[in-house]
């Protein structure tokens, strides 16, 4: 897989990238097709939390306090599990201002996560899928962990926002960009624009497969008409017609070599031809 800098565009191409990466995904039906608006550049990531251990794919999906709107592209459960709700604008981040990014304009430049979570503790695999997520768009954008911004960092004066939070505060989200740009800078196999070692072995597999089962037997079929045309497969050290030894039963040329089945049509041709003379002499015709 490859990554595909300055793409632009609603992110489509989540799922590939972060499987690719190491994370569970599900896909919600139909979320292709959801969302506020359609992505033209990206500029990063926002990170959040929903504020409750279980919030639901379906509240993030049709969020009721956004007029059922879309209110981030990504739920990400304590579990781990990525479910991809919506490919289009979201509302997530609301009024406020970061370098790069216009004033109250993130919604329309950034991909929002939101993770299950009330700000207090978080599972080992949820927040390791949580720095994978934000890698692999990251790494499949050619961004850094620079573009991974918290929503606290964004509308923490314009809302007081503090998520994603850890131990009922902001999280510090130096250690977060550390974790996020180790896994930028370390792609799964392939990342660098290869194939995996496990596709390299599938196509190895696929190419043997059809050699042994296809090409070996036209080549054997070749060898054999070969050998029935010229009288051997085998080479003969110092013979000038070494590929054409000839055939001793059908006799020799002037030059004393084995006629090939060729040579021996043609000698056939030749023979049938002169006997043909000889009868229309001895008719008188």
């Not at 709700?85 to 979201?90: D, K, L, M, R, T």
């Not at 994978?132 to 961004?143: D, E, H, M, Q, V």
């Not at 370390?186 to 995996?196: E, F, L, S, V, W």
Request: glycine fraction near 14%; hydrophobic fraction near 35%.
């Amino acid at each position: 897989m490859k990554p595909s800098p300055g793409r632009r565009g609603d992110p489509v191409w989540l799922p590939e990238v972060l499987r690719h990466f190491g994370v569970k995904v599900v896909e919600d039906p139909g979320w292709k097709l959801w969302g506020m608006g359609d992505f033209g550049a990206i500029w990063g990531v926002v990170a959040h939390h929903t504020g409750a251990n279980n919030t639901s794919t379906d509240f993030i999906r049709y969020n009721p306090m956004l007029g059922n709107g879309l209110s981030s592209q990504i739920h990400l459960s304590r579990t781990g599990v990525v479910t991809l709700v919506g490919a289009g604008i979201a509302w997530h981040s609301g009024q406020g201002s970061y370098p790069g990014i216009a004033a109250n304009n993130a919604n329309a430049v950034t991909i929002g996560i939101e993770a299950q979570g009330d700000g207090q503790t978080w599972p080992d695999v949820q927040m390791d899928a949580y720095h994978r997520t934000c890698a692999a768009i990251c790494w499949y954008l050619g961004l850094d962990s620079g573009r991974v911004i918290a929503h606290h960092e964004w509308a923490g004066a314009a809302q007081g926002k503090w998520d994603p939070g850890l131990n009922g505060k902001p999280m510090p989200m130096g250690p977060f960009r550390s974790r996020v740009q180790h896994y930028i800078n370390n792609p799964p196999a392939g990342g660098q624009g290869g194939i995996t070692v496990s596709e390299a072995d599938r196509i190895i597999t696929h190419m043997t497969d059809f050699i042994k089962g296809y090409v070996g037997p036209l080549i054997e079929d070749s060898k054999d008409t070969r050998g029935q045309l010229t009288g051997s497969r085998d080479s003969v050290p110092g013979d000038p017609q070494a590929s054409y030894p000839g055939w001793p039963q059908l006799g020799q040329d002037s030059e004393g070599r084995n006629l090939t089945m060729v040579d021996g049509l043609a000698a056939a041709r030749r023979d049938i031809a002169e006997l043909g003379k000889r009868i229309d002499r001895i008719e008188g015709k």
